[in-house]
T-cell receptor
């Protein structure tokens, strides 16, 4: 079974600092990677998608992918209290019984 | 553009009953995926439908089934409900399927089995 691993946290970061969220995956042929944010009691919302090695930036968010190390990360610059949420890493490896596989998420707390 | 719509938002059922959940995808999206979310297991994949065909299926028992209609709307059915089926059921749509385009989630249906 394909696995996506995340540190459950909580990860506590001061307001204005950089939050760094990490994710590792087990299937070497994984091809699509996504970060979702989920507030308590709400459904996941897409933050970033990344498909090739390197960095992808969107506003305060940067996704980094290293397929050789089977590692994907999300950096949040100038962290705000509104960034406090659970961040879910999702990996697609060609479907089958796992579909788009989600990690269990990292709980991020931004301290004012 | 309207988002993914799931109905109903909340359901309370008794063990042994069956339930049908409904999902309307974003206009133009042809793929609909269903997930079960629980505090202990996180998001677990149930199945994906694309153009009325089941494309992928997760490791859930046959009590869990679904279908997709020609307008891309989808339904999920759970028969002979068990206490362990209590969860948040999330529907997500994507333009071209899970591997090609991101999923966009609905607000979910909270199912409680007593």
């Amino acid at each position: 079974q394909k696995e996506v691993e995340q540190n459950s946290g909580p990860l506590s970061v001061p307001e204005g600092a950089i939050a760094s969220l990490n994710c590792t995956y087990s299937d070497r042929v994984s091809q699509s990677f996504f970060w979702y944010r989920q507030y308590s009691g709400k459904s996941p919302e897409l933050i970033m998608s990344i498909y090739s090695n390197g960095d992808k930036e969107d506003g305060r968010f940067t996704a980094q992918l290293n397929k050789a190390s089977q590692y994907v990360s999300l950096l949040i610059r100038d962290s705000q209290p509104s960034d406090s949420a659970t961040y879910l890493c999702a990996v697609y490896s060609g479907g089958g019984a796992d579909g788009l596989t989600f990690g269990k998420g990292t709980h991020l707390i931004i301290q004012p | 553009k309207a988002g993914v719509t799931q109905t109903p938002r909340y359901l309370i059922k008794t063990r042994g009953q069956q339930v049908t959940l409904s999902c309307s995808p974003i206009s133009g999206h042809r793929s609909v995926s269903w997930y079960q979310q629980t505090p202990g297991q996180g998001l677990q994949f149930l199945f994906e439908y694309f153009s009325e065909t089941q494309r992928n299926k997760g490791n859930f028992p046959g009590r869990f089934s679904g279908r997709q209609f020609s307008n891309s709307r989808s339904e999920m059915n759970v028969s002979t409900l068990e206490l362990g089926d209590s969860a948040l059921y999330l529907c997500a749509s994507s333009l071209d399927g899970q591997g090609n385009s991101p999923l966009h989630f609905g607000n979910g249906t909270r199912l409680t089995v007593t």
